[in-house]
């Protein structure tokens, strides 16, 4: 009699200790989706502690608010526990691979990634940030098998669809540039980074006037954006160079210190012989990136403004060129 209450009262005990856990991880969860991260980390420790660290849903929610306040150790440490639980626990291995992608470690980034996937073939974000870390670390050829994978299951991933197509400009695949650029922009016919993509394309297959339209549209979507400023500038540079001029120029107004623009620029007065402005824009650049100097004194272009006392002053006073 006393083995069955005591069996009943263990029991009862068990199911209110669920129910706390399962309030407490519920509350836990809301805190971190509205941001409250300190309440959502007594929470997830409350849970943590009583379920003895074997809940695996409390572990994840550590090891994301560690992530947010940049404890990247704090963080490994929980995602590695949460798979001493249960090792096909995809979050997991998204997770540190996630890590070691910061940390530019995509050798153990690939591997985990590839983990995850494993376990979750239809996981989305595994599959994008997998071919990134193939991409970064030079492997193309699995980037782009990746993203491919991707797209078959999600067709209208805007991201996969213009780093995609940005690998196949870089590999000169520009018929398959073009494809993914253009469902890029059906997805999102605003985003800034399609529109700047589109112009480099039309560029390559000579198609100017469209070029320039849509550098145009990127720039209007994103005055911040300096190489929209220079890929149109450039267009322009042996057929209206003062044009291009004024579009350099509003680029250096609307971006801050941005050093290959005035570089550009100096080039630009250079060909139509402001040698005043060309130096005065190539000493700027070069303050801004001292590295430049290599390359104006290589540039055919600036061989004029290499021989005014101008710059042989600059950079004569300047003992980091001397």
């Known amino acids: 009699m006393n ?31 509205e941001n409250k991260l300190i309440k959502a980390l007594d929470l997830y420790n409350k849970v943590y502690k009583l379920s003895k660290g074997n809940d695996v849903d409390a572990i994840i ?88 994978k991707l797209l078959r299951l999600n067709p209208m ?30 997805i999102d016919p605003n985003n800034y980074l399609a529109l700047f993509n589109m112009g480099v394309i039309c560029y390559k297959f000579n198609m100017l006037k469209k070029a320039i339209r849509f ?20 267009i322009y540079k042996y057929i209206d160079t003062k044009k291009g001029i004024k579009i350099l120029s509003k680029g250096i107004n609307n971006c801050i210190n941005v050093d290959f623009l005035y570089y550009n620029r100096s080039c630009f007065y250079a060909l139509i012989n402001e040698e005043n402005n060309a130096c005065e824009d190539i000493i700027k650049a070069l303050e801004l990136y ?3 100097l290599k390359y104006v004194l290589e540039d055919e272009e600036l061989e004029s403004i290499r021989e005014l006392n101008s710059f042989k002053e600059f950079i004569k006073k300047e003992h980091r060129f001397v």
């Open 290 to 292: 001292p590295q430049f």
């Open 61 to 148: 929610g550590l090891a994301l608010i560690y992530d947010y306040l940049g404890k990247s150790e704090k963080v490994k440490e929980y995602y590695k526990e949460a798979l001493t639980i249960d090792e096909y626990e995809e979050r997991a291995y998204y997770g540190l691979a996630a890590i070691y992608d910061d940390e530019g470690n995509y050798e153990k980034a690939i591997k985990l990634y590839n983990k995850a996937i494993y376990i979750n073939p239809n996981y989305h974000k595994a599959y994008f940030f997998l071919a990134n870390a193939y991409d970064v670390s030079g492997k193309k050829i699995s980037a782009i098998e990746t993203y491919e």
């Open 215 to 234: 550098y145009e549209r990127a720039i209007g979507k994103n005055k911040d954006y300096e190489y929209s400023y220079l890929n149109l500038a450039v």
């Open 3 to 33: 083995i069955l209450i005591s069996n009943k009262m263990r029991n009862s005990e068990f199911m209110n200790n669920d129910i706390e856990i399962n309030k407490a991880l519920e509350k836990a969860e809301q805190a971190f989706e």
């Open 157 to 186: 991933d805007f991201w996969a669809n213009l780093n995609l197509g940005s690998i196949y400009e870089e590999e000169n695949q520009n018929n398959l540039a073009y494809k993914k650029f253009s469902t890029a922009l059906k």
